[in-house]
């Protein structure tokens, strides 16, 4: 451990009783860590400049690998729609590695005034363990949450060449100019695997949990799980597979993967097959490829209002299909197929998981990552009709049906938010969908019905379909509200 090194913040030494804190901490996750820093924090809100690391900040990995501040603004609104941040957080923070992998890492913030509890949040993508500092740590640590986070075990990517690189995935597809690049994702590596986010989530609450008894020197009452996208399908997966470790969770837009379908690998091709006779066509929404997304379960695209010349995600005509083609489509296809199915060679597009399925023995490794709705731990999704990525018809309602069947319904709520997208910044100023709303307020008043059903017993409202400009409601039922939304693109 470089302990000694770490017991500096912003050039001074560490007050005697937080280097007391910092060496019982120390000793008190010996075993499990390495690389182990612990420095004294006035605030562990993003307010405080030192919260949150600068990218390519880490020695020794190369560009792209290690971007917390990317991370942290990739799905969270623009300010001033950020987390409301009203007063400073005092503690700790602490970040390391677990022992047997230095790139496995993970960040953990405990507040001075702490109410007992730790949220742990899973981050979306392939991002590091400080993609939610917006989303998630701003909102609980002014609480007196303490709060943990991992990578999953995965640093994110470099850029790389195709021809020298077999992992190597294209950025986005033809015509777009981004298409001559191509980056290596770590998760593609044998070393990095998606079963592997759960057991590094799993250990990154028992150093948490570990790390509090020693700091406050009491145990911890409560512990819950915060997920977005690939973090909501680690939180789907823990509260059936680990209900031990955790008292309820959030699942924020998770991917649903299921070996008989739906899953990524059938979806995103489903998408990218019609998608350049789309691109030709225009972006003509009359166009038979328009209605062979939108049949591929996708809803309707929708124009920037106005486009804009900044918005590089769709230089064409400001459509949010080519933003995502851009940007998502493509390169998640390709990054899932060679982690699933290494020995596909193709293009995204041309991925035929059923024709696959069967010769490669896909249905085993999906069933390695599947989430089948035996959860044992309350559990609230929330999910946007406009979601582009991992459309609802395809994600949250599938999975909402496994836990019907599973038979653990009164379990779980499902939350439909009226235009809600994957991506919160794209109804603002870099890319002008105006037409999207914005899902944040909605998790943050999940988890806070979600801890008042845990701890005081008050039952959820019912699942429902939140209409734009509203906001959960206790009787749906009572004004009319069903339980999925009716369109996905309300005016």
């Known amino acids: 451990m470089r302990l000694a090194a770490a017991m500096l913040l912003a050039g001074f030494a560490l007050p005697a009783f937080a280097q007391d804190a910092c060496t019982s901490i120390a000793l008190a996750l010996l075993a499990e860590t390495q690389d182990l820093q612990c420095v004294s924090s006035p605030d562990l809100t993003t307010n405080n400049p030192n919260t949150t690391p600068q990218d390519n900040s880490r020695a020794g990995l190369p560009p792209s690998a290690f971007t917390p501040r990317t991370d942290a603004a990739a799905v969270s609104p623009d300010a001033p729609a950020r987390t409301p ?76 060449a195709p021809v020298a690189d077999p992992l190597a995935c294209r950025l986005s597809p033809p015509p777009a100019a981004t298409a001559a690049a191509y980056v290596h994702f770590y998760i593609t590596e044998a070393k990095d695997t998606i079963p592997e986010w759960f057991r590094r989530t799993r250990e990154v609450t028992e150093l948490a949990r570990a790390a509090a008894e020693a700091y406050y020197e009491r145990a911890t009452e409560r512990t819950y799980l915060f997920g977005i996208s690939n973090g909501g399908h680690v939180v789907r997966r823990l509260l059936a597979e680990s209900p031990q470790l955790y008292d309820g969770g959030i699942d924020w837009e998770g991917v649903y993967w299921s070996p008989a379908g739906p899953n990524i ?70 990054v899932f197929a060679k982690d699933l199915d290494p020995a596909y060679t193709g293009a995204p597009e041309d991925y035929d998981y059923a024709a696959r399925r069967k010769p490669f023995h896909l249905s085993a490794r999906l069933g390695n990552i599947s989430t089948d709705g035996d959860i044992a731990r309350p559990l609230l999704t929330i999910h946007g009709t406009m979601d582009t990525l991992l459309p609802i018809q395809r994600h949250a309602r599938p999975f909402r049906d496994a836990v019907v069947a599973a038979g653990k319904v009164e379990l779980h709520r499902l939350y439909e938010v009226q235009n809600g997208n994957h991506i919160e910044h794209y109804r603002q100023s870099c890319c002008n969908f105006t037409q999207l709303e914005f899902l944040q307020p909605h998790a943050h008043e999940a988890f806070r019905r979600l801890v008042a059903w845990v701890e005081s017993g008050v039952t959820p409202p019912g699942s429902q379909c939140i209409p734009r400009g509203s906001a959960i409601v206790d009787n749906p039922a009572a004004i009319g509200r069903p339980e999925h939304c009716p369109v996905l693109l309300a005016p």
């Not at 640590?141 to 640093?155: E, F, P, W």
């Not at 490829?289 to 230089?315: C, E, K, L, M, W």
């Open 85 to 160: 941040i009203s007063r400073a957080v005092p503690g700790l923070q602490l970040t390391g590695a677990m022992a047997d992998d230095a790139d496995a890492r993970w960040v953990l913030r405990l507040p001075e005034s702490w109410n007992g509890r730790i949220v742990v949040g899973v981050p979306g993508g392939l991002r590091s363990e400080f993609m939610g500092d917006y989303i998630f740590s701003d909102f609980v640590v002014q609480q007196g949450y303490a709060y943990a986070s991992t990578n999953k075990g995965t640093l994110n990517f470099y850029f790389t």
């Open 265 to 334: 690998l059938i979806d995103l091709p489903a998408a990218l097959r019609p998608y350049r006779d789309y691109a030709l066509s225009g972006f003509n929404p009359a166009s038979p490829a328009h209605q062979a997304i939108v049949a591929a379960g996708y809803p309707p695209d929708i124009r920037a209002n106005p486009p804009t010349p900044a918005n590089t995600f769709s230089p064409v005509v400001g459509s949010l299909y080519e933003t995502h083609a851009n940007n998502y489509w493509d390169v998640t296809t390709c």
